[in-house]
C-alpha cells in the first residue's frame, strides 16, 4: 500500500510540479503587492481620510472620465490610490482626488501580470479552475506524502536545502521541506481552491445558511454618490467605506462594500445597495450578523491573502508559498533522476 501511494505521490507531483510552482511563486509575490504599489506609485504612499464627501467626489469625477466603470475600490488600508475597475478588462489608478494616474488593458503592469497568472493563470475562468484543481491536488499530494512519510519519520531533518543533486539527498530535501510546511500549505490550499469552488465550499461550511438575498428590482438614472455613500455611512457609521460598484445591467442596484471593525476581509463584506434612481440606500447586508458558516466562507480570501496578521502572516504566506515552489522544483528532479544501480564486477574467467 505504501509503496503504492509513494509511486502516485510521485508520479501525480512530477505532472504538477509546474502548476504548483507557478501557483507558489506568484503567490508569494502577490502577499508584497501593496508594498510593490507604494514603491512605484508615488501617490499610493499618501495617507487618505475615507469620508463619504470626499469619496462621493471622488466616484463623481471617475465617472465623469470614465463612462465604463463596474467598480472603484477606494483609496485607504494603507495604500492613497483608488483602483479602478472597468469592462472589457481594463483597469486603472487614481490618486486621492479621483485623477487617473494610468489606465491599460488586461496585463500590462507587472502586478497585474502576476495577479492574473496567479489567479487564472492568463486563461480566464478556464485557468481559475484548472488553478483550483491543482490547489485541491496539492492537498492530496500533501496528505499522501504524509503518510509516505510515517514509517521512516526517524530519518527526518530540519535541513532543508540538499547537500548535493544526488537523488537520495533531493528527496531527503523534499521530505523534510514538505513535513515542515505541511500545515501552512494545506491551509493556503485549501482556502485557495475555497475560493474558485465557492459555491461548494459555502455548501460545505455553511450547510442549511439562507440563501443570498434576492436584489430588488430598482430604477435607473444618475447616482449621486455624495448621497448614497452619506446614506451608507450613516447605516454603518464605524464602517470603513471601500468600494462603489456600478450597476451592471438597468434596473440593478449600485452598491457600496463597507469595512467593520470586526471583518477581516480587506475591503469589508458588509454591503448596502442603491437605488440608481433616487440615491437611497434600498437593501442592506451586515457581515457582522451573518451566520457563522458564511463569515467562515467570508474569511477564506483574507485567510488566503494575509490580509490578517500583520507582518507575521504575511511573512509565513509568502514562505509558504515558496514552499510550495521549491517542493514542486525538488520533488520533479529527485523523481526525474534515476538511481544509479551498483553494477556487480564481472569475473574474469579463469586462465
Known amino acids: 500500500m505504501i509503496g503504492m501511494l509513494r509511486t502516485v505521490h510521485a508520479w501525480a507531483g512530477a505532472i504538477l510540479s509546474l502548476l504548483l510552482m507557478v501557483l507558489g511563486l506568484t503567490g508569494t509575490l502577490l502577499v508584497f503587492e501593496d508594498d510593490w504599489l507604494r514603491l512605484t506609485v508615488p501617490e499610493a504612499r499618501a495617507q487618505v481620510l ?8 471622488v466616484a463623481e469625477r471617475l465617472e465623469a472620465e470614465h463612462g465604463d ?10 495604500v492613497g490610490i483608488q483602483r479602478l475597475y472597468m469592462h472589457d478588462h481594463r483597469y486603472g489608478y487614481a490618486d486621492e482626488a479621483g485623477r487617473t494616474l494610468v489606465a491599460w488593458r488586461g496585463a500590462a503592469r507587472p502586478e497585474a501580470f ?8 492568463m486563461a480566464g475562468e478556464t485557468g481559475e479552475r484548472v488553478g483550483g484543481i491543482a490547489a485541491l491536488a496539492a492537498v492530496l499530494l500533501v496528505l499522501t506524502g504524509l503518510v509516505v512519510w510515517a514509517p521512516g519519520w526517524r530519518a527526518t531533518r ?18 523534510n521541506l514538505g513535513l515542515i510546511t505541511a500545515l501552512p500549505v494545506l491551509l493556503f490550499c485549501l482556502t485557495g481552491a475555497g475560493l474558485v469552488f465557492h459555491d461548494q465550499a ?20 444618475d447616482i449621486d454618490w455624495p448621497v448614497a455613500l452619506a446614506a451608507a455611512q450613516e447605516r454603518f457609521p464605524t464602517a470603513t467605506l471601500r468600494m462603489a460598484g456600478w450597476p451592471s445591467t438597468p434596473g440593478k442596484p449600485a452598491s457600496i462594500r463597507l469595512k467593520q471593525r470586526g471583518e477581516w476581509h480587506p ?5 448596502v445597495l442603491i437605488d440608481p434612481a433616487t440615491s437611497r440606500v434600498v437593501q442592506v447586508v451586515d457581515a457582522e450578523r451573518l451566520p457563522s458558516g458564511l463569515r467562515a466562507t467570508n474569511a477564506l ?4 491573502a494575509a490580509s490578517i496578521g500583520g507582518w507575521p502572516y504575511r511573512i509565513l504566506t509568502a514562505l509558504s508559498g515558496l514552499a510550495l515552489a521549491l517542493l514542486g522544483g525538488v520533488g520533479t528532479w529527485s523523481f526525474l533522476v534515476k ?12 586462465t
Do not use: C, Q
Not at 114 to 121: A, P, R, W
Not at 339 to 350: F, G, S, Y
Open 301 to 304: 480570501y483574507p485567510i488566503h
Open 339 to 350: 538511481p544509479r544501480r551498483k553494477r556487480r564486477a564481472a569475473k574474469a574467467p579463469a
Open 158 to 175: 530540519l535541513r532543508i536545502w540538499p547537500r548535493s543533486g544526488r537523488r537520495g539527498d533531493m528527496v531527503a530535501s523534499h521530505r
Open 202 to 221: 459555502r455548501a460545505l461550511l455553511a450547510p442549511g445558511a439562507p440563501p443570498a438575498p434576492v436584489s430588488p428590482v430598482v430604477g435607473s438614472g
Open 69 to 78: 466603470l463596474r467598480t472603484v475600490n477606494f483609496a485607504g488600508a494603507g
Open 267 to 271: 475591503n469589508g463584506r458588509t454591503t
Open 50 to 57: 475615507p469620508d463619504a464627501a470626499r469619496l462621493g467626489a
Open 114 to 121: 502576476v495577479f492574473d497568472l496567479h489567479h487564472e493563470l
